[in-house]
């Protein structure tokens, strides 16, 4: 993998680049915020509901079945519950906007 696909950005450096590009919002009122959207979008999850982001993609809960698994260390069976994991699925436009900056990169490495 490059260094570019292994970055990744914060919550303090997102809530830091948000409050670089309104400098009318103070950078307390940007973490409320942004702890706000986040903690609303968990909420939403946990209660099992589906979030829907137009142009950015969806949030939906995947159910894993109960299966049986191995201890690693010992070989043992173990039994895994069923849980139900968060899943995103990007939007068209998002995976588009992605896509191009990828072959943007790609270009202007080879040339």
Same mark, same amino acid.
């Given at each position: 993998? $490059?260094?570019?696909?292994?970055?990744?950005?914060?919550?303090?450096?997102? *809530?830091?680049?948000?409050?670089?590009? =309104?400098?009318?919002?103070?950078?307390?009122?940007?973490?409320?915020?942004?702890?706000?959207?986040?903690?609303?979008?968990?909420?939403?999850?946990?209660? !099992?509901?589906?979030?829907?982001?137009? !142009?950015?993609?969806? =949030?939906?809960?995947?159910?894993?079945?109960?299966?049986?698994?191995?201890? #690693?260390? $010992? !070989?043992?069976? *173990?039994?895994?519950?069923?849980?139900?994991?968060?899943? =995103?699925? #990007? !939007?068209?436009?998002?995976?588009?906007? *992605?896509?191009?900056?990828?072959?943007?990169?790609?270009?202007? $490495?080879?040339?």
């Amino acid at each position: 993998m $490059s260094d570019q696909e292994q970055q990744a950005i914060t919550r303090s450096e997102l *809530v830091e680049s948000l409050a670089e590009q =309104f400098p009318q919002l103070l950078p307390r009122d940007v973490e409320l915020a942004v702890k706000t959207l986040l903690d609303t979008m968990t909420q939403a999850l946990a209660e !099992g509901k589906r979030i829907e982001l137009r !142009g950015v993609g969806s =949030f939906v809960l995947h159910h894993r079945p109960a299966r049986a698994g191995r201890n #690693p260390k $010992s !070989g043992e069976k *173990v039994l895994i519950p069923e849980k139900r994991v968060p899943h =995103f699925k #990007p !939007g068209k436009e998002l995976r588009e906007r *992605v896509d191009y900056q990828a072959l943007k990169a790609k270009g202007s $490495s080879s040339a």
